[in-house]
Nanobody, 116 residues
Framework: QVQLVESGGGLVQPGGSLRLSCAASGIIFSDAAMAWYRQAPGKERELVAAITSGGTTNYADSVKGRFTISRDNAKSTVYLQMNSLKPEDTAVYYC??????????WGQGTQVTVSS
């Protein structure tokens, strides 16, 4: 069974930073493309950032230059470093597998709230 556990969310002021972590199990992590998504109340889930098994990254235009996705295969963990946070970044953030090995592995996510 595949399990993805997000952590690191919280309340932060505008301009602040957070680092999210996603610990994966039940997959060969080094072979899997990974991604971060977010969903705000009343809105559809959107792709925030993605990273291939080879380390190639892609970002939504709204977060380019502010967010960085990375992975540590030895720890089977993918990270999302979020800097210069804005109120519109407020959402529940989820990780998941992408591409060839994708599936319905959604967990509970981690809440990020950006407010003064």
């Amino acid at each position: 069974q595949v399990q993805l556990v997000e952590s690191g969310g919280g309340l932060v002021q505008p301009g602040g930073s957070l680092r999210l972590s996603c610990a994966a199990s039940g997959i060969i992590f080094s072979d899997a493309a990974m991604a971060w998504y977010r969903q705000a109340p009343g809105k559809e889930r959107e792709l925030v950032a993605a990273i291939t098994s080879g380390g190639t990254t892609n970002y939504a235009d709204s977060v380019k230059g502010r967010f960085t996705i990375s992975r540590d295969n030895a720890k089977s963990t993918v990270y999302l470093q979020m800097n210069s946070l804005k109120p519109e970044d407020t959402a529940v953030y989820y990780c998941n597998v992408r591409g060839r090995w994708s599936g319905n592995y959604w967990g509970q996510g981690t809440q990020v709230t950006v407010s003064s």
